[in-house]
Nanobody
Framework: QVQLGESGGGLVQAGGSLRLSCAAS????????MGWFHQAPGKEREFVAA????????YYADSVKGRFTISRDNAKNTLYLEMNNLKPEDTAVYYC???????????????WGQGTQVTVSS
């Protein structure tokens, strides 16, 4: 099992940047693929980015490609999401998740954090 906890959310103006972190407990973090998802009010949870267990492969939603970067530090049991050029439509609760494969579907991830709010003002 792995427990996840996100941090780094907040309020930022459009065009600004934030860096989200996801701290994982346990010794098996490096065996999990990881993903970031977001959920805006009244909408379904959507894929943002994913990274393989080794960190060698990354995947992005088209809406964030070129603006967001997913990375991980397996020695620190931590996942990151660097978000640049933020837009009001990025406003949502951001969740990190752990699973066997780095996919775009929520069903593939068995472990989730509690989420961190990101609000982008225009």
């Amino acid at each position: 099992q792995v427990q996840l906890g996100e941090s780094g959310g907040g309020l930022v103006q459009a065009g600004g940047s934030l860096r989200l972190s996801c701290a994982a407990s346990g010794r098996t973090f490096s065996s999990y693929a990881m993903g970031w998802f977001h959920q805006a009010p009244g909408k379904e949870r959507e894929f943002v980015a994913a990274i393989s267990a080794s960190g060698g492969s990354t995947y992005y939603a088209d809406s964030v490609k070129g603006r967001f970067t997913i990375s991980r530090d397996n020695a620190k049991n931590t996942l990151y999401l660097e978000m640049n050029n933020l837009k009001p439509e990025d406003t949502a609760v951001y969740y990190c998740a752990a699973g066997r494969f780095a996919t775009r579907t929520t069903q593939a991830y068995g472990y989730w954090g509690q989420g961190t709010q990101v609000t982008v003002s225009s």
